[in-house]
């Protein structure tokens, strides 16, 4: 690798979701707290009829508006056809049926939403992490490298931190300095169907998920805890902290 740095890792790009599975935002610098990246998964588009937060899995639409944070408690949406709204109505025209866009909480009163049970073959219910919607609790953070994701539009996975450099997954366990934060990279980034359905220039593909299963033991980018609150920006240079 070209860097000298203990890991040869270098962030290359930096992305904010905003909304649970909708597109987010590329920053050029960004403060990360115990909850991750100021404004990430802070928002949540919530099914009237369940009471859940809808994903990209059961809701693909998702996938194609976009979002971004305006400062605390603020977010705009641009929907496909450009439209920019927050309002309920306009989000329940838009995905033909009622919902409405919350705000995660850090308490139990948050909105569940669901993810993949492979053990059981079904879907299972799980909680807002301390005001985000991440889909580990182990997780506030993901970090991927280009060389892991190859010729794949690196957007297709909305990892947090997108890094040159490569070999990410032998830092699992491990503790890093990233800008002024202090990152525990805890496991491996469980993948699902998601990372196959067509997002705005990005096209439908089955054979990215098989790859990943076949190739990767179903796995790709790794998820952090933020140990220590910092500001983390393209350049930085991923450290390991003694």
Not at 45 to 53: F, K, L, N, S, Y
Not at 198 to 208: C, E, F, H, K, L
Request: glycine fraction near 10%; hydrophobic fraction near 35%; charge should be negative.
């Amino acid at each position: 690798m070209d860097h000298a740095t203990p890991t040869g890792l270098v962030v290359d790009e930096i992305w904010r979701y905003p909304v649970k599975s909708m597109g987010g935002e590329r920053l050029a610098e960004a403060p990360v707290d115990a909850l991750g990246i100021e404004g990430d998964r802070r928002w949540g588009i919530v099914d009237a009829e369940t009471g859940r937060v809808l994903t990209g899995r059961r809701e693909p639409d998702l996938l194609l508006a976009r979002a971004r944070h305006l400062g605390p408690g603020r977010v705009a949406i641009t929907l496909p056809d450009g439209t920019e709204t927050t309002s309920d109505d306009d989000l329940s025209d838009w995905l033909g049926h009622r919902v409405a866009l919350v705000p995660s909480t850090p308490d139990d009163a948050a909105p569940e939403f669901e993810v993949p049970n492979p053990d059981e073959q079904d879907w299972k219910a799980y909680g807002a992490a301390e005001g985000a919607w991440h889909d580990s609790a182990r997780t506030r953070l993901s970090l991927v490298s280009r060389t892991t994701v190859g010729e794949w539009d690196p957007r297709r996975f909305r990892s947090n931190v997108l890094l040159r450099g490569g070999n990410e997954d032998a830092l699992v366990g491990a503790t890093l300095g990233l800008g002024t934060a202090v990152l525990e990279v805890t496991k491996p980034v469980s993948r699902c169907v998601m990372v196959t359905r067509p997002q705005p220039g990005i096209d439908a593909d089955r054979s990215v998920l098989r790859t990943i299963l076949r190739e990767r033991d179903g796995t790709l980018a790794v998820g952090a805890l933020v140990t220590t609150p910092g500001t983390i920006a393209e350049g930085a240079e991923l450290t390991l902290s003694s």
